[in-house]
């Protein structure tokens, strides 16, 4: 999914794309606080529009949610951009620490969507490349450079992190900790 491909959905005049982002950016606080149930009538309340405006340029719930899903994995995936700088190893650890933000928030969301659509669409379909063309570089670069090991395929790797995020009951610190412990786990050991 590329900036485009984002873009393509948001209205080209200024004054429509303002409000489409500011009912974008209402609903994703609301849908954070209160969980996809959030009322409608609110988020518009909290961008500054009118109803109306909200059912402009999102027909229904479920565009408005699917909206804010895209949105957050474009920003995951433009993240990447943000760490290329860095070295392999902080590079790869960096990005999968921002997966783990972007899970940990938006699980409920994506169970919405499965829920009513299902995981089988073009949408999960487009958002999973997505995500794994955006991450996958990040690890192939981190294992040339011997920084992780040779056997770690990028699924796996997903596994994993996504994993740790499920666990019950973990404060951020517990999460942050296990993640750190379980990413050990992918550094390259030389053979004895």
Known sequence: MSEQALNSRRPKRADARRNYDKVLGAAR??????????SLEEIARRAGVGIGTLYRHFGTRQDLLEAVYLDEVEALCQSAEDFADL???EALVSW?????????TK?????????TVGMETEVFKKCHDAIFSAGEPLLERAQAARAVRSDA???DVIRLVSGVTMIKGAK???????????LDGLRYTPPA
């Open 172 to 182: 951020p610190e517990d999460i942050e900790r296990i993640l750190a412990m379980a």
């Open 153 to 155: 395929a990028f699924g």
């Open 107 to 115: 699980r409920a969301l994506a169970e919405e969507l499965a829920a």
């Open 29 to 38: 606080a609301a849908f954070a606080e209160q969980g996809t149930n959030a």
């Open 87 to 89: 070295p392999p190893w």
């Open 96 to 104: 999968l620490n921002r997966f783990v933000s972007y899970v940990s």
